[in-house]
T-cell receptor
Framework: NAGVTQTPKFQVLKTGQSMTLQCAQD?????MYWYRQDPGMGLRLIYY???????DKGEVPNGYNVSRLNKREFSLRLESAAPSQTSVYFC?????????????FGPGTRLTVL | EDQVTQSPEALRLQEGESSSLNCSYT??????LFWYRQDPGKGPEFLFT???AGEEKEKERLKATLTKKESFLHITAPKPEDSATYLCAVQDRYNFNKFYFGSGTKLNVKP
């Protein structure tokens, strides 16, 4: 199993450009998440998808859109990038076994907006 | 406002010197308390989930405990390879898909 994969690993954008961050998991998990991580701050939830076909806002959704393409894939789109969106973005998935939740993270995408 | 605070921000230990990391939280409702390890340039790696006060879980040199207002990650006789940033997160009791993360404790274990 590859676990959670993300593409690209690095990206530099100019203000106003758009891009889509891709995420896929091969563990058959229902729930998937997008977080951003900034220096000195904890991971903050942008959007999540509790199951295929559903998406919901997290703590910091402004400036982002998401698509749960199928059970495996959950993408994050920046329509018009801003310097404040410079961050490291992590995708995660979660499963529940016997009442215990376990969350798995991808390797991250390092985004710089100039 | 839901808040998760980790202390200390950074901790330097000698190899073999045991210590504890703290994660305190003020949230409206907790379902679970998660601990992760994060190496530089990588995604967080899941360690433990705790659900009730008094619960303990162990993995190698790490032991996590939970009380009503905080959690501790005890590191016994650490080795240099335990050097990493340790993150805790609270899972919302009313929405299992919402997590609130602390900013982490950066642990450096010197040989």
């Amino acid at each position: 199993n590859a676990g959670v994969t993300q593409t690209p690993k690095f990206q530099v954008l100019k203000t106003g450009q758009s891009m889509t961050l891709q995420c896929a998991q091969d563990m058959n998990h229902n729930s998937m998440y997008w977080y951003r991580q900034d220096p000195g701050m904890g991971l903050r939830l942008i959007y999540y998808s509790a199951s295929e076909g559903t998406t919901d806002k997290g703590e910091v959704p402004n400036g982002y859109n998401v698509s749960r393409l199928n059970k495996r894939e959950f993408s994050l789109r920046l329509e018009s990038a801003a310097p404040s969106q410079t961050s490291v973005y992590f995708c995660a998935s979660m499963n529940r076994v016997g009442g215990t939740d376990t969350q798995y993270f991808g390797p991250g995408t390092r985004l710089t907006v100039l | 406002e839901d808040q998760v605070t980790q202390s200390p921000e950074a901790l330097r230990l000698q190899e073999g010197e045991s210590s504890s990391l703290n994660c305190s939280y003020t949230v409206s409702g907790l379902r679970g308390l998660f601990w992760y390890r994060q190496d530089p340039g990588k995604g967080p790696e899941f360690l433990f989930t705790l659900y009730s006060a008094g619960e303990e879980k162990e993995k190698e040199r790490l032991k996590a405990t939970l009380t009503k207002k905080e959690s501790f990650l005890h590191i016994t006789a650490p080795k240099p390879e335990d050097s990493a940033t340790y993150l805790c997160a609270v899972q919302d009791r009313y929405n299992f898909n919402k997590f609130y993360f602390g900013s982490g404790t950066k642990l450096n274990v010197k040989p």
